[in-house]
């Protein structure tokens, strides 16, 4: 098995030396990420979000560290409001989607068309219940419609015309193309025409993705995925947000998570079942979440980047990329951060 | 449950490694086949069967295999793939299909394709010709358009049964629950392979529910649902009800099994009997490893099936059915 010289420090890796990397790495410090000590109480609610993984410029990092502290903390007033973690991942992501700075709704990148066809993906943990939108066109929140689709339908996943023609029938407005496409998207899609660009690359951090994880506080796991995809897609492609496994999961068993980065390669690893057997099997959460990276990393040649949660309120935003912008709210505390080792806390003002 | 597996042995046999013996196995969906279309679902399971085993015998790889013997049950009208597939609320034939390479983890597929004769073909076009993994309903059908796969007439996919079965469910929404207790629902096709070289692929592909929503996605074309394959552990295509199937990701539920130890067997019979109690789901899978050992297990009545293993073909239908025939 051979992978591409990619960047320094990746090799050739054949099946047998990658199961010994495996075996070798042992979870980063817990401390200052993600672990309280486990007598302290009050571990739940919790609400992490994260706005894209990959090599944000300097000029737009600004925008992308208030959009995911102003998301979780919208999250995080659902989940003391009494709001289940449905709920506040489903606000938590809509506003991500409203704010033109994301890859996702209003800021989403345009395929090689120029037009916009976005993804999205709800799941709760009791029940496994599942709803996702693939390639839909013309609805400002697509994490919305997912969720629609979870508790409106039998299915668990509605496609482009049918997924317009469902909203239709809800009653969700259509909105213009144009009110979804920003001066920035439109300018990357211009720059990516040329036969020489690399989309894949060019992309990497600056528009990222969106999700959020949380437990409420009867202890429910959900988690939501939203995206306008990879920039210059092919029209129909399909990243690794709407499937179910891929873009997210959530089990009340064993915890939720939402992923982020080249959806291709996550959806080759099936990143978030990955992070969660490795939870079923001992690991923390930032172990878990490290070993599907890594395994992204070395067997699908893609960076990336996760949050993950556990049904206890551990938590972790773990990423292989330079940088993921990420924000969690637990114990009226905000914490986030951008480049690899930040955690910067502040207290979170609750109105009760 | 029912399950056959692979003769003898449910562990790791040394000699079966050193052989390295090329394995097909193949299903034609998971359901109460009716009487009526028994013998040619059987027939059809074993011709496919056959067919992706001349292509290993040839010394072609899993992945070519796999696609024969798809491709040979979306031509084949009794199974719901390709033509004969069933039709979606708007009386329209909408295709789903997933073909995936476990030696470099590569995969491609397409959802709500329509007027495709083969759609297992185009996911394997994704895979080969694109930088993407999956491609949807317009995109997907522009895409075939570029490489010149033949678009087919709609009434070439619709079959007289299916046309009948869609006027009767028309008025009544048949709930998906009631769908798998029933005598008709057709299902999904799928097959994995592993050759030679002990490389593991797998493919599935179908017409989805009965009047289905417009552009409802099932399993068989979501990566670790419908199907997954990895040469560090096997290769699964899943079918039944799709809805419980992706919500257990079985494929990679049964693969995540067999990582730590069980065999393909205990890996199938687990995965499917946390879906019956988790989500009140009922299907069936089928698993190689790169070693050769292989199942066929269902949770529904019945499930058409075969398998080339060594010069016999195995198949089977009813719960605990096991046949065999030699061949030449």
Redesign the interface.
């Known amino acids: 098995?051979t992978l591409e010289q990619t960047e320094p420090g990746m090799q050739e890796i054949k099946?047998a030396s990658f199961?010994s990397l495996i075996a070798t790495l042992k979870p980063v410090s817990t401390s200052r990420l993600s672990t309280f000590p486990s007598q302290l109480i009050d571990m739940l609610p919790v609400v992490v979000v994260h706005g894209g993984a990959g090599h944000i410029p300097k000029e737009r990092s600004e925008l992308s560290t208030s959009g995911v502290t102003s998301a979780v903390r919208a999250g995080y007033a659902v989940l003391r409001g009494g709001g289940s973690s449905m709920d506040a991942v489903v606000e938590a992501v809509t506003y991500l989607e409203n704010n033109p700075a994301f890859n996702a709704g209003c800021g989403s990148v345009l395929n090689v068309k120029g037009d916009v066809?976005m993804d999205a993906f709800v799941m709760e943990g009791k029940?496994?219940?599942?709803g996702?939108v693939?390639?839909v066109r013309n609805i400002a929140n697509p994490i919305q419609l997912a969720r629609l689709v979870m508790d409106k339908?039998?299915?668990?996943?509605?496609?482009?015309?049918?997924?317009k023609?469902?909203a239709r029938s809800m009653g969700v407005p259509e909105v213009p193309q144009e009110s979804l496409i920003t001066e920035y998207s439109r300018m990357r899609w211009r720059k990516n025409l040329a036969p020489d660009a690399n989309p894949?690359e060019c992309q990497m951090g600056k528009m990222g993705t969106v999700g959020a994880v949380a437990v409420d506080s009867q202890g429910n796991v959900a988690c939501a995925t939203s995206t306008g995809g990879i920039l210059n897609?092919?029209?129909?492609?399909?990243?690794d947000t709407p499937?179910?496994?891929?873009g997210g999961?959530a089990d009340n068993m064993v915890g939720a998570v939402s992923t982020t980065g080249h959806?291709?390669a996550i959806?080759?690893?099936?990143l978030a079942?990955h992070i969660l057997?490795q939870m079923e099997q001992g690991q923390s959460v930032e172990a878990a979440s490290d070993l599907g990276l890594a395994c992204m990393k070395f067997?699908?040649a893609g960076l990336g980047g996760v949050i993950t949660v556990d049904p206890q309120g551990h938590w972790a935003a773990r990423f292989s990329s330079r940088q993921m912008a990420w924000a969690a709210a637990q114990k009226d505390t905000l914490h986030y951060g951008l480049y690899e080792g930040e955690n910067f806390t502040q207290s979170i003002d609750v109105q009760h | 449950m029912a399950e056959s597996s692979s003769p003898g042995m449910k562990r790791e046999d040394p000699d079966r490694n050193s052989k390295m013996s090329a394995v097909v196995v193949v299903h034609g969906g998971a359901w109460a086949i009716p009487d009526q279309l028994a013998e040619a679902s059987v027939d059809g399971v074993k011709a496919a069967a056959c067919e992706g085993s001349s292509v290993l015998k040839r010394g072609g790889s899993a992945l070519d295999a796999v696609e024969a013997a798809v491709r040979a049950l979306e031509d084949n009208p009794a199974f719901n793939a390709g033509h004969g597939a069933t039709l979606n609320a708007d009386g329209e034939v909408e295709l789903d299909a997933i073909i995936m390479d476990g030696?470099?983890?590569?995969?491609g597929?397409v959802?709500?394709v329509k007027n495709i004769a083969n759609p297992v073909s185009l996911a394997r076009a994704v895979m080969e010709k694109?930088?993407?993994?999956?491609?949807?309903?317009?995109?997907?059908n522009?895409?075939a358009e570029s490489i010149g796969v033949v678009t087919v007439p709609p009434d070439t996919l619709l079959t007289e049964y299916e046309k009948k079965e869609w006027e009767k469910h028309k008025t009544y929404v048949t709930?998906?629950d009631e769908d798998f207790n029933t005598q008709w629902a057709h299902d999904t096709v799928g097959a994995v392979a592993v050759d030679r070289a002990g490389n593991v692929a797998c493919a599935t592909s179908t017409g989805g529910i009965r009047n289905?929503?417009?552009?409802?996605?099932?399993d068989s074309p979501?990566?670790?649902?419908g199907g997954?394959a990895d040469?560090?552990s096997g290769a699964v295509s899943c079918t039944g009800h799709?809805?419980s199937i992706?919500?257990?990701?079985l494929a990679?539920?049964i693969l995540?099994h067999v990582e730590r130890g069980k065999s393909v067997a205990d890996s199938s019979q687990l995965s499917l009997q946390y879906m019956a109690d988790?989500?009140r789901g009922a299907g069936g899978s089928i698993v190689v490893s790169p070693s050769g050992q292989w199942a066929a297990t269902f949770t529904t009545d019945r499930m058409a099936w075969a398998a080339v293993d060594q010069d016999v073909l195995w198949y089977g239908l009813d719960p605990d059915e096991r046949l065999r025939e030699q061949l030449s």
């Open positions: 098995m099946p199961m066809e029940t496994l219940g599942s996702a693939s390639a339908t039998s299915h668990l996943c509605l496609t482009a015309e049918g997924a023609q469902f894949v897609k092919m029209e129909g492609r399909v990243g499937c179910i496994g891929c999961y959806g291709e959806m080759k690893v099936v079942k057997y067997r699908a | 030696r470099t983890l590569a995969s597929a959802s709500s694109t930088a993407h993994v999956m491609l949807t309903s317009r995109g997907a522009l895409f709930g998906v289905k929503m417009v552009g409802r996605v099932g979501v990566i670790g649902a997954y040469n560090l799709g809805e992706l919500k257990v990701t990679r539920l995540s988790r989500v």
